[in-house]
């Protein structure tokens, strides 16, 4: 069964700082862009940031950049999101996202990690 796993997520202070895991099962994630994104209950969810395939290109939400570092691993295919400096609006559950363009073009979800930033 193909899935994303994410793990990382839990409470951190405003100012803290977390790293996000995202492992792919059953297939490989190096042909994929790979996304994060974000929700708050109500309100849409939000790309948070992407990674190429390669990892030649990054682009961040205006909300998290220069705060966030997205990375991968493609030998273990593993996506990783660094973040730092946290504050109370970052509080969201976290998905991991694997887009595939080419001519089947499909995607799959993780189920999710909570990030609480509170004091």
């Known amino acids: 069964q193909r899935q994303l796993v994410e793990s990382g997520g839990g409470v951190v202070q405003p100012g803290g700082s977390l790293r996000l895991s995202c492992m792919s099962f059953g297939f490989t994630t190096k042909y994929y862009e790979m996304n994060w994104y974000r929700q708050v209950p109500g309100k849409e969810r939000e790309l948070v940031a992407s990674?190429?395939?390669?990892?030649?290109?990054?682009t961040y939400a205006a909300s998290v950049k220069g705060r966030a570092t997205i990375s991968r691993d493609d030998v273990e295919s593993i996506v990783y999101l660094q973040m730092a400096s946290l504050k109370p609006e970052d509080t969201a559950v976290y998905f991991c996202?694997?887009?595939?363009?080419?001519?089947?073009?499909?995607?799959?979800w993780g189920q999710g990690t909570q990030v609480t930033v509170s004091s």
């Open positions: 996202n694997a887009h595939y363009a080419g001519d089947s073009e499909h995607e799959y």
């Open positions: 990674i190429g395939s390669g990892g030649g290109r990054t």
